[in-house]
RNA sequence: GGGCCCAUAGCUUAGGCUGGCUGGAGCACCCGGCUGAUAACCGGGAGGUCGUCGGUUCAAAUCCGACUGGGCCCA
């Protein structure tokens, strides 16, 4: 979507990528590369599952960037990577809807008539849809797993894992069973974790009703209770109204001239016109009051239509009194409980209203709303109603409003162990670190039981059998349940339900036949169990412990309510001890104007569509070049300017450094001898600091503060090295300079490769390949392959300290140029620097290196005093912010200088010209050259040299200011036309 | 209603923990330059009440409080 006009893609970057691509595909690197060291230390990692029905967004591509880079550090270092699976979350809804979909049914019913078996095998087979879109995804963006060897959530040896640890719960008492209110799915009838509801929060238009509650008995005469509700089809199982012992409550006139009450903190905002009030009383005084029910269907029962205490009212909201339908809510239920009355649920699994509400028999229970407040309305109960947004609860998988209900469940008892996943999680190294104690160790502390059973198909069957005593049996292992059942299982046992719903089983405790729990876990339990449950633990021995703690995860922040807390639960239940030590989190991906990115508005970026115009580095680079931990902007604009810059950058010095380096034949290895020129000493002190920076941020988990290293480093060499060192990598003057040159570029290039390698693979790689003589021939060779580079012992403090000086010397007489207005082609005599020692470390290097970035002939340091010596009709001056005078530079370039200039201009026209014709290094010519004036003398003076450095055999000049002849290219320097004309000659001399 | 994160040039942002010297940088814009790496590069310029108000301090973008706006999470 947000390709729109122009953009155009990368093209270098793209096509390197294709060329790296196709050198991995042809040499197998990344099968070679993802385990890591087979005999190195062991570094443990988990991909996080993803379903396999559902399209990976832009967001996966940053999460797995974030888990590529340290993958690709650590097996660097050498470490062996347990494991490099991939795997895949086959289980639950969004497998069962889309079969669900492509057979047209509505509720259950639809699903028992077509037949579990079947049902689940269809599920089964569709499970793994869309996996190649994520396994080519992957692949393009270069995050190496085994795609080969998944684990599945679904395999048989898994299960018995997931079994295993359930068993293990339950006899640690941590796996019971319960009635209470849970987040229910009407569409998919059955209840949900309260984790996976906070995935489905949005905003949406309920009722808010104000409904009156007559009072009964001898004393209710004429008064009645005003009771707020967003929720009014719950209104017939009403079987109490709660109230504040220690709140104040008032009795106002109502329109019929009886006496409504409510909270006395609610009356200006019930009627801002204020009422004259009747009675006063507190929540106390007002308890075991009896009223009539709005309706009659719940019946009588003990205890029931009657005033009661509680503490979570309040009146914030509302009017002081909350109407208390057990069978739908929490608290609801808490309270009803509590007071023994019972519960009265006459909705049927699908939300649908029962012949036990006539009014509303067969209506859902949204479809109720507005009946039931017709209804009330005609008997005057009903004292306002308005509509109200707010947040509410959905399916986060089907999208259907969810409502909260009292059921038997399975719980995981969270609760018990909430203080060890807090003492567990407070070993873990945060990225961001504020959400250890914020929002994710609150969240543990608070940690709800975990409603764990689904009254589903397609999922790990809930291992518990009952027997009619009512004692549960939980099996741990495919064998217990061979021997429990009294046979051994079929070949090729499917431990889904169709393979246990019909196995009787002996009681535990009394031995008589046990049926199983029709339940399915959550999914959510299936994939936190991945660490362990991969390895088919404990069933199977294992080199290292698949039990202990992962030494990193990387997902986005919402997996703080999914995996990441569903590992937590479990490694602390199982093991009592972490399940990751490392957990990096990625911020939510925005477009480009800010905006989350949703399907409905139609700026969802697709991530493979990304790749094909920016390829894969840029990206990478992108995310791990901000903050990705805050919500993430996708600005492709910006993405290709920061890869353009660095990655761009190291690419062109690397083409700069086959090009000069070709002569001399590439080297193999860095050069063992300490360089010796200030430049070569400088840039390996530069690079020592950046080898440091980028280990320590990857060692920190936290990428990002090494691909600023990287970046200062690319641009230090390219900006400041390469400008300065050029004529050394041409001359012949002096050879083994220039071989150090060569060596020391070499050096950088080949460390900055391996540096930058887990940030930007293709990029990374086609340096290195590029640095070789046989580069992309060879059979195997790979920068991923490669050590990680340590640093050579080459740090110079003051060195570094000094150039930085010397390059502010070099912008103050830039400035200067600026101001006398001579191009820096033309030399000029002096550059003096005034009060300025010369920088220690460098010595006369300084002002080397200053005379020749400036283009003058001699540069001088010299004293305050000393300023008299220099007119200022002959120097331009610059000074800092108090006036003081800082620099001196010579205002005109005397007669011979400026020939000089003209020269070297001409000079570099015409080596421009000899690459634009596409003569080769080496190929000799003849020239014909015309000059005007000025021009034409400078030339002429300098015949040898040009007949030398453009390899001409033969100068044909003339003055004039016109070619002449045709062919001609044609300049104008200073003013003063050129002309020339090349050819190349026939036969070069060898 | 509660918690967390955030607010710096037209846009993207560094700095904030450890208060102090003209608040850096990139993109875009204007001017100039360089170019044997070139769909690159360099220099200069213009552009900022560092969200608002108050407090602490000799001194606040930075520390504290309130408010406003945005994001996320919870209820």
């Not at 339900?497 to 036949?513: E, I, N």
């Amino acid at each position: 979507m947000s390709s729109e006009e122009g953009a155009p893609p990368t093209l270098a970057l793209t096509e390197v990528q294709r060329k790296v691509h196709d050198y991995w595909t042809r040499t197998g690197v990344p099968a070679r590369a993802w385990g890591g060291s087979p005999d190195g230390p062991i570094f443990r990692f988990t991909e996080g599952p993803p379903t396999a029905n559902g399209a990976p967004h832009v967001g996966h591509l940053l999460a797995r960037t974030l888990k590529d880079v340290q993958l690709r550090y650590r097996r660097m270092r050498g470490y062996r990577i347990v494991s490099p699976m991939a795997g895949w979350d086959c289980h639950g809804l969004p497998v069962e809807l889309e079969v669900e979909k492509r057979h047209g049914f509505r509720s259950k019913k639809d699903i028992e008539a077509f037949g579990v078996a079947r049902f689940c095998e269809e599920c089964r087979e569709s499970t793994l849809s869309v996996a190649s879109v994520w396994v080519s995804m992957s692949d393009r963006m270069a995050y190496w797993l085994d795609y080969d060897r998944p684990y599945l959530t679904m395999d048989a040896p898994y299960i018995e894992s997931v079994w295993w640890s359930l068993k293990t719960l339950f006899d640690r008492g941590l796996l019971e069973k319960g009635f209470r209110s849970l987040p229910y799915c009407p569409r998919c009838e059955t209840p949900l974790s309260s984790h996976e509801v906070a995935l489905g929060y949005r905003e949406t238009t309920d009722p808010s009703a104000t409904v009156r509650f007559r009072l009964a008995g001898p004393n209710g005469a004429g008064r009645t209770l005003l009771v707020w509700t967003t929720t009014p089809w719950t209104l017939p199982a009403n079987l109490l109204i709660a109230a504040r012992a220690d709140l104040a409550y008032v009795g106002v006139e109502g329109p019929d001239g009886s006496e409504e009450i409510l909270a006395e903190a609610a009356l200006s905002r019930y009627f801002p016109d204020g009422r004259p009030i009747r009675a006063r009383y507190t929540g106390r005084e007002l308890a075991e009051l009896p009223y009539e029910p709005p309706f009659p269907f719940a019946g009588p029962g003990p205890g029931r239509y009657r005033v009661v205490l509680d503490d979570m009212v309040d009146a914030a909201e509302g009017t002081g009194f909350v109407h208390i339908a057990p069978s739908f809510g929490p608290e609801d239920q808490r309270i009803g409980e509590w007071q023994g009355v019972g519960a009265f649920d006459p909705l049927d699994g699908r939300a649908v209203f029962t012949s036990a509400v006539p009014p509303v028999q067969g209506k859902s229970f949204k479809a109720a709303d507005p009946i039931l407040l017709a209804a009330l309305a005609e008997r005057g109960l009903v004292e306002r109603s308005e509509r109200l947004q707010h947040t509410y609860p959905f399916c986060w998988r089907c999208d259907h409003a969810l409502i909260y209900r009292a059921l038997d469940s399975w719980f995981v008892r969270t609760r018990k162990i909430a203080e060890g996943m807090v003492r567990n999680n407070a070993t873990v190294t945060w990225v961001p670190d504020y959400l250890r104690d914020g929002r994710f160790g609150r969240f543990l502390a608070e940690a709800k039981d975990w409603a764990l059973s689904r009254n589903r198909y397609w999922g790990t069957p809930l291992p518990i059998w009952v027997c009619p005593g009512g004692h549960a049996t939980c099996v741990g292992s495919f064998a217990e349940l061979a021997e429990r059942s009294g046979a051994p299982l079929p070949d090729g046992f499917d431990p889904h339900r169709v393979g246990v719903d019909g196995l009787t089983l002996r009681c535990a405790t009394c031995g008589a036949p046990a049926r199983r729990e029709p339940y399915t876990i959550d999914g959510w339990y299936d994939s936190g169990s991945a660490p362990f449950a991969q390895f088919h633990y404990p069933f199977e021995p294992s080199p290292f412990d698949p039990a202990a703690p992962l030494d990193y995860v990387a997902e986005g922040l919402d997996q703080t309510r999914g995996w990441f807390y569903t590992m937590l639960v479990l490694s602390t239940a199982l093991f009592d001890r972490p399940a990751y030590t490392a957990c990096v989190t990625s911020g939510l991906v925005l477009d480009d104007s800010g905006a989350k990115m949703s399907k409905s508005k139609g700026n969802a970026v697709a991530p493979m569509a990304l790749l094909d115009r920016l390829g894969a580095d840029a990206p990478r680079w992108g995310f791990l070049s901000i903050d990705y931990t805050a919500p993430v902007r996708i600005d492709e604009t910006a993405m290709r300017q920061a890869a353009n810059r660095t990655l761009g950058t190291l690419g062109h010095a690397t083409a700069f450094f086959r090009q000069n380096a070709a002569a001399d034949g590439l080297p193999t290895v860095p050069a063992a001898t300490p360089p010796t020129d200030a430049l070569d000493r400088w840039l390996l002190s530069r690079l020592d600091d950046t080898t440091e920076r980028v280990t320590a941020s990857l060692d920190a988990f936290d990428p990002r503060e090494g691909a600023l290293a990287i970046r200062e480093m690319v641009d230090d060499l390219s900006t400041w090295y390469l400008r300065r060192s050029r004529p050394r990598f041409w001359g012949d003057q002096d050879p083994a300079d220039r071989a150090r040159a060569n060596a020391t570029l070499f050096r950088t290039l080949e460390t900055l490769s391996r540096l930058l390698a887990p940030y930007a693979p293709y990029t990374a790689e086609h340096v290195a390949q590029e640095l070789r003589p046989d580069g992309f021939h060879a059979a195997d060779g790979s920068v991923h392959l490669a050590r990680w580079p340590g640093v050579a012992g080459l740090r110079d403090l003051p060195l570094e300290a000094a150039m930085e000086e010397v390059r502010t010397e070099v912008e103050i007489g830039r400035a200067l140029r600026q101001r006398v207005q001579v191009k820096s082609r033309i030399p000029l005599e002096s550059f003096v620097l005034i009060g300025r020692p010369a920088p220690g470390a460098l010595g006369a290097e300084a002002d080397r290196l200053l005379a020749g970035e400036l283009n003058v002939r001699s540069v001088a340091r010299v004293g305050t005093r000393d300023l008299d010596r220099y007119p200022e009709a002959e120097f331009e001056r610059s000074t800092d912010a108090e006036g003081r005078v800082t620099a001196l530079l010579s205002r005109t370039p005397s007669p011979e200088l400026k020939r000089e200039g003209y020269v070297r201009e001409t000079l570099r026209r015409l080596q421009a010209l000899r690459k634009e014709e596409g003569l080769a290094f080496l190929d000799r010519i003849d020239l014909v050259v015309a000059a005007e004036g000025p021009l034409f003398e400078a030339i002429d003076a300098a015949r040898a040299r040009l007949s030398e450095e453009l390899l001409a055999d033969s100068v044909d000049l003339t003055e004039g200011d016109r070619p002449p002849s045709v062919g001609f290219r044609t300049w104008s320097i200073d003013g003063l036309a050129l002309s020339a004309r090349l050819a190349k000659r026939s036969t070069a001399p060898s």
